[in-house]
């Protein structure tokens, strides 16, 4: 069964860092396109980064591009998102997610529990 | 830039079928695909690509598309159904992942 169990969460002030990992079992993970999504309190899904099965294509929305860096161990089945910078709308619970194929193929059919980010001083 | 467009709010009666509605332009070019996410939960997916569903997804569940508009409909509906939906697809370039702002399903 595929699992994916998200760590590195954490309170974190204002304009500090933070490394979220997602550790992978029970499939393929360098044969997948992996995702970043996130989740503020009552508030809706926010895709905010993917990376290809290899590593080699990295995509980033607006509201995180230049400050987070989406990065992949295809050695080790896991997925990091380094994240600096961070703004208190940052705050979220940060899910990762997989999909099936190696540049994505449109739908994320296996997510993992999340982990949370609190962005205050 | 692309959008996903969802009723914020739907309510059913028990055992009846409801249908919640994405809509957006990338829809005409790009399948849409559906999770739910109940509180407290991570989102599941539900459906993909044309008409799919994963294993162990009810077939209670199933989903269309007809011009720039994605649907997912539920016939007969169950109480476990109340969830938040939220569609899924990709933006104009294809590069991008953009979601539905989400529905709140009520079953009554």
């Known amino acids: 069964e595929a699992q994916l169990l998200e760590s590195g969460g954490g309170l974190v002030q204002p304009g500090g860092s933070l490394r979220l990992s997602c550790a992978a079992s029970g499939f393929s993970f360098s044969s997948c396109a992996m995702s970043w999504v996130r989740q503020s309190a009552g508030k809706g899904l926010e895709w905010i980064s993917a990376?290809?099965?290899?590593?080699?294509?990295?995509f980033y929305a607006d509201s995180v591009k230049g400050r987070f860096t989406i990065s992949r161990d295809n050695s080790n089945n896991t997925l990091y998102l380094q994240m600096s910078n961070l703004r208190a709308e940052d705050t979220a619970v940060y899910y990762c997610a997989k999909d099936p194929n190696y540049y994505g193929s449109g739908y994320f059919d296996v997510w993992g529990r999340g982990t949370t980010v609190t962005v205050s001083s | 830039s692309s959008e996903l467009t969802q009723d914020p709010a739907v309510s059913v009666a028990l055992g009846q079928t409801v249908t919640i509605t994405c809509q957006g332009d990338?829809?005409?070019?790009?399948?849409a695909s559906w999770y739910q996410q109940k509180p407290g939960q991570a989102p599941i997916l539900i459906l993909y690509s044309k008409n799919n569903r994963p294993s162990g997804i009810p077939d209670r569940f199933s989903g269309s598309r007809l011009g720039n508009t994605a649907s997912l409909t539920i016939t007969g509906a169950q109480a476990e159904d109340e969830a938040d939906y939220y569609c899924k697809s990709r933006d104009n370039s294809g590069n991008y992942v953009i979601f539905g702002g989400g529905t709140k399903l009520t079953v009554l």
């Open positions: 990376i290809s099965g290899g590593g080699g294509s990295a």
């Open positions: 990338t829809l005409r070019s790009y399948y």
